[in-house]
């Protein structure tokens, strides 16, 4: 794609037991896309990730420990981008524990299905109305370059305030809140063939609870002294929000785009805009019951993708 030939070793081993899952990984080189959609080669990164499974509404946890070696370089060569800090060498450990509770308003599974004819995508085949909330606390501890910027700028105020922090050396801990509240409803039972599935998923993330604490107590500060609220710290009260329609055209094929919606703290309305938004066209293979073959097409990052993915609702 950029005219140069990319060799990659990747060894990952994954396990599944009766309550966990288990992943050993090492990829080298790693390429690695930050929150703002932008690609990092990482020389060398080994991961060991553990995760609970859990039921719709239950407590679960993540652990994860991480090596990268080398320093990260940006994958069209710009080096005016910085890298994220959590690509820099050293060592890490992270923990997060959350909670969630899934919510069913309404659900019809054996209404309007044909009998005797299977859905496009058995994941995809009831109709319903539902919502998910996750609330939950993370912590992580740096050895090495990768701890070197929790003291510097908007982490170190975040620090003063809420956030639990602590930098020494080349030692870092820090632990935060985050939480989710996600909202899915879908129309049809994708098994006719013509419009016979209209669904919208939207979800909003609260990445960091400190900075968000932070910003709402600065935003009542500069209101109460009657002054003008900086648009800064209103678009970082505003959860990040990203929304999904997809709709059949005919048959196993159906059109979807993927969108993130971010408030732009440049117009003095404060009007919103859409970024990142990914087009695709979606293949059911209906004979390996959930599955489909996805061609995305992203105008930002101009690149183009054909996967194949299976179990996706």
Not at 154 to 166: D, G, I, M, T, Y
Not at 288 to 303: I, N, R, T
């Amino acid at each position: 794609m950029l005219g140069r030939e990319l060799v990659v070793k990747l060894s990952s081993i994954r396990r599944q037991f009766s309550n966990h899952n288990l992943m050993l990984e090492a990829v080298l080189p790693g390429l690695f896309v930050d929150k703002e959609g932008t690609y990092w080669d990482v020389p060398l990164s080994m991961a060991i990730d553990l995760a609970s499974i859990v039921s719709d509404s239950s407590l679960s946890y993540h652990l994860c420990l991480q090596h990268n070696s080398g320093q990260p370089k940006h994958f069209r060569g710009n080096d005016k981008f910085e890298a994220p800090m959590s690509l820099l060498p050293g060592l890490c450990a992270k923990a997060a524990v959350s909670i969630k509770k899934t919510v069913e308003v309404w659900r019809e599974k054996n209404g309007k299905k044909l009998k005797m004819v299977q859905p496009y995508d058995i994941l995809l085949s009831e109709p319903h109305i539902s919502g998910l909330g996750i609330i939950g606390a993370v912590a992580s501890a740096s050895l090495g370059e990768n701890s070197s910027r929790l003291s510097l700028g908007e982490n170190f105020q975040n620090c003063k305030s809420f956030r639990l922090c602590a930098q020494k050396s080349n030692f870092g801990l820090v632990g935060d809140l985050f939480g989710t509240v996600s909202f899915s409803a879908q129309h049809g039972n994708f098994q006719r063939l013509f419009l016979d599935l209209t669904r919208v998923n939207a979800r909003l993330d609260i990445p960091s609870g400190s900075a968000f604490m932070y910003s709402v107590a600065r935003l009542a500060q500069q209101i109460y002294n009657s002054r003008q609220p900086d648009p800064e710290l209103l678009r970082a009260i505003c959860p990040d929000l990203r929304v999904s329609f997809q709709q059949q055209i005919i048959g196993p094929f159906s059109f979807r785009v993927d969108s993130r919606v971010q408030l732009d703290s440049l117009n003095k309305d404060y009007s919103s805009c859409f970024k990142e938004s990914v087009f695709a066209i979606d293949w059911a293979l209906k004979v390996l019951g959930s599955a489909k073959a996805s061609f995305w097409y992203s105008p930002k990052q101009q690149e183009a993708m054909v996967e194949l993915r299976f179990f996706e609702s």
